[in-house]
Nanobody, 118 residues
């Protein structure tokens, strides 16, 4: 069982930046990948970014490559998502996730709203 709590959402103008943070807690996080999905109104939840349990590999959706960066802090057990050059189409509820596979998470946080105004 992994518990996840997100923070850092908000409203920003197009071109601005936000940083999301997710605090993970569990008996052990060894072997657990962490990352972010998002869901816009009327859309399915989609993959944004993830990092492997070792931190050696990170993955990004094509739509955010070059703009978003994922960070995993092993001391704090957090995974952050730095979002730069935000676009209105980035508006969504962002969910932190955890699981044994990078693109398929078993545990989810409650979500945090990100709104980008044009």
């Amino acid at each position: 069982q992994v518990q996840l709590v997100e923070s850092g959402g908000g409203t920003v103008e197009a071109g601005g930046s936000l940083r999301l943070s997710c605090a993970a807690s569990a008996r052990t996080l060894n072997g657990v990948a962490l990352g972010w999905f998002r869901q816009a109104p009327g859309e399915e939840r989609e993959f944004v970014s993830a990092v492997t349990w070792s931190g050696a590999n990170s993955y990004y959706a094509d739509s955010v490559k070059g703009r978003f960066t994922i960070f995993r802090d092993f001391e704090k057990n957090t995974v952050d998502l730095q979002m730069n050059s935000l676009k209105p189409e980035d508006t969504a509820v962002y969910y932190c996730g955890a699981g044994s596979k990078v693109y398929h998470f078993d545990y989810w946080g409650q979500g945090t709203q990100v709104t980008v105004s044009s």
